[in-house]
């Protein structure tokens, strides 16, 4: 799933091991950045509020990483002119 970030995230995916729980996989994002993030981010609390706070978008589109660049530079970011990234 490919996402664009207004701020950093850590994402965590958790197993059982030996009766415990321990983080499987992690997953991050950088701020102002698009990046691809494996689908069991979806199951974690803290991508519901990032995408709640409109923090996070699911880009699925090239029109919709248009629109997410375009407004990272013009809604309340305090640096208009910082380029926007692109993690592979």
């Given amino acids: 799933m490919r996402v664009f970030a207004?701020?950093?995230?850590e994402f965590s995916r958790r197993e059982l091991k030996d009766g415990m729980m321990v983080v499987?996989?992690?997953?991050?994002?950088?701020?102002?950045?698009?990046v691809?993030?494996?689908?069991?981010v979806e199951t974690?609390?803290?991508?519901e509020w990032a995408r709640a706070d409109e923090d996070?978008?699911?880009?699925?589109?090239?029109a919709d990483e248009k629109?997410?660049?375009?407004g990272a530079t013009?809604?309340?970011n305090k640096?208009?002119?910082?380029?926007?990234?692109?993690i592979k």
């Fill in 6 to 9: 207004k701020k950093a995230f």
């Fill in 24 to 34: 499987a996989e992690n997953a991050t994002t950088i701020p102002l950045a698009f």
């Fill in 36 to 40: 691809d993030l494996p689908d069991w």
């Fill in 44 to 47: 974690d609390p803290m991508f």
């Fill in 56 to 62: 996070i978008e699911i880009i699925q589109s090239k």
């Fill in 67 to 70: 629109s997410a660049e375009l």
């Fill in 74 to 76: 013009t809604k309340g």
């Fill in 79 to 86: 640096v208009k002119s910082e380029t926007i990234t692109e």
